[in-house]
């Protein structure tokens, strides 16, 4: 068993989202993402299916040329490849459960 807490040690960065890792099992990543009102992650795409939640705040999140407006509690699935970005419309806590196979140094590489 493993435990952690999405709010513990939640640090926001002024020039980029805050990305970290909360914890890994056999078969996930749970990352947390920290971001600023104003802050943006680039059109991007997971090679393998996601899930976001956001844990609170808003963001506008573009797939396939569609905006989303989400709100705190809400979830969002997506299959691998699916382009998307993220603008953040309300500091906004998000998280986002990656793949095993999937890197961190990848969802890293976003923001800068």
Known sequence: MKKTSITDQLVFQTDKPAISVLLETDHSKEVRIAMR????????????????????????FGVNGKKLELKKGDLISLEANVPHDLYCTKDCIIRLSLSK???IDRVNSVVN
């Open 37 to 60: 009102k104003g802050q943006k992650m680039k059109e991007h795409k997971a090679p393998s299916p996601i899930v976001i939640e956001l844990f609170d705040g808003e963001i506008e």
């Open 101 to 103: 196979n999937d890197s």
